[in-house]
């Protein structure tokens, strides 16, 4: 099945019409979709300097994603918007206001495609020796208890990325999914004890057992089609026989247990949560805000794989 590429107008009209659930996943070729997402702050009284970053933006180019076009409003007549690159290749954006009233708002439309048919994801070698994906993080600190599993690990005498899957799947096999008894300061060794959590704890928790057994890996933040919040899995990088200038990308979700697929959509990496916190901030004010969240990721194109 083909169908032209929408443009970002025709797409955010088709938002609401957007269906996935006839589509056969494992023919697909190509895929578009289209993310709707909306940020609120309200505040009891006025705030001043406002500094708010938003890592909401994919990058133009990851593996077969592509970024096709994007629109951000924000409500505030007088705030100035800016867009960065971080230190890990991410878009973030910087909204500056020297006062707000009383609340802010930010809506976005994101228009992405990915490409099953693209082949591996390749980052270059070097990027396995990145310190920053081998060596612990605030939130990806090894206790005993994890210190001891990745020990299994290492004596099982699997390795690459056969020991990749086998983590993903103990983490999966593991934990029990539950709201409301982590949060985003929570370490991997503290969910690990509670065995229980949301999808950046499973993420946090393979990528201490990752990095203890010498797989570099790397928190992701993205979308999956069909969940309503933001979600979070990892990718290992791995090194390649007869290619030693290039490293494989390897998303895993240790959340389903399986591989990250075609209805994966990914905004930024880094270290663990703190580096991609779709969005943080400082200001100056004697109350704290509060903030409101909502977001959907529609299906608006998809091409089969033609068949012989």
């Given at each position: 099945?083909k169908h032209?590429?929408?443009?970002?107008e025709?797409?955010?009209?088709?938002?609401?019409?957007?269906e996935?659930?006839?589509?056969?996943?494992p023919?697909?070729?190509r895929?578009?979709?289209?993310?709707?997402?909306?940020?609120?702050?309200?505040?009891?009284?006025p705030i001043?300097?406002?500094?708010?970053?938003?890592?909401?933006?994919?990058?133009?180019?990851?593996?077969?994603q592509h970024?096709?076009?994007h629109?951000?409003?924000?409500?505030h007549?007088?705030a100035?918007?800016a867009y960065?690159?971080?230190?890990?290749?991410?878009t973030?954006?910087?909204?500056?206001?020297?006062?707000?009233?009383?609340?802010?708002?930010?809506?976005?439309?994101?228009?992405?495609?990915r490409?099953?048919?693209?082949?591996?994801?390749?980052?270059p070698a070097?990027t396995?020796?990145?310190?920053r994906?081998?060596?612990?993080s605030?939130?990806?600190?090894?206790d005993?208890?994890?210190?001891t599993?990745a020990?299994?690990?290492k004596?099982?005498?699997?390795?690459?990325?056969?020991l990749?899957?086998q983590?993903?799947?103990?983490?999966?096999?593991?934990?029990?999914?539950?709201?409301d008894?982590?949060d985003?300061?929570?370490?991997?060794?503290?969910?690990?004890?509670?065995?229980?959590?949301?999808?950046?704890?499973y993420?946090?928790?393979?990528l201490?057992?990752?990095?203890?057994?010498?797989?570099?890996a790397r928190?992701?933040?993205?979308?999956?089609?069909?969940?309503?919040?933001t979600?979070?899995?990892?990718?290992?990088?791995?090194?390649?026989?007869?290619?030693?200038?290039v490293?494989?990308?390897?998303?895993?979700?240790?959340?389903?247990g399986r591989?990250?697929?075609?209805?994966?959509?990914t905004?930024?990496?880094?270290?663990?949560?703190?580096?991609?916190?779709?969005?943080s901030?400082?200001?100056?004010a004697?109350?704290s805000?509060q903030?409101?969240?909502?977001?959907?990721?529609?299906?608006?194109?998809?091409?089969?794989?033609?068949?012989?």
């Amino acid at each position: 099945m083909k169908h032209h590429l929408p443009d970002l107008e025709s797409a955010i009209a088709a938002i609401d019409l957007a269906e996935c659930q006839e589509v056969d996943w494992p023919r697909v070729q190509r895929s578009v979709y289209l993310i709707h997402q909306h940020l609120g702050y309200a505040y009891p009284g006025p705030i001043q300097n406002l500094q708010q970053r938003l890592v909401i933006l994919p990058p133009q180019q990851h593996g077969d994603q592509h970024l096709i076009d994007h629109r951000l409003e924000v409500t505030h007549p007088s705030a100035d918007t800016a867009y960065h690159t971080d230190a890990f290749g991410n878009t973030e954006i910087i909204s500056s206001a020297p006062s707000v009233q009383r609340a802010i708002e930010f809506e976005a439309w994101i228009l992405v495609e990915r490409h099953a048919d693209r082949g591996p994801h390749y980052l270059p070698a070097h990027t396995l020796l990145d310190e920053r994906y081998t060596q612990p993080s605030r939130l990806t600190q090894a206790d005993k208890a994890l210190s001891t599993i990745a020990t299994q690990f290492k004596s099982g005498g699997k390795q690459g990325l056969e020991l990749a899957h086998q983590i993903n799947t103990w983490v999966y096999q593991t934990m029990n999914y539950a709201h409301d008894v982590t949060d985003i300061h929570t370490t991997a060794a503290e969910a690990l004890t509670l065995q229980r959590g949301v999808c950046q704890d499973y993420a946090h928790i393979m990528l201490t057992l990752c990095r203890l057994c010498a797989l570099p890996a790397r928190y992701v933040s993205g979308h999956l089609l069909g969940e309503g919040g933001t979600h979070a899995w990892v990718e290992v990088l791995l090194p390649v026989d007869n290619h030693p200038e290039v490293a494989l990308v390897v998303a895993l979700d240790p959340t389903h247990g399986r591989q990250a697929g075609i209805t994966y959509v990914t905004v930024a990496v880094g270290r663990d949560y703190f580096d991609v916190a779709p969005t943080s901030g400082t200001y100056f004010a004697a109350c704290s805000g509060q903030l409101s969240a909502r977001k959907r990721v529609g299906l608006t194109m998809y091409e089969y794989a033609e068949t012989a």
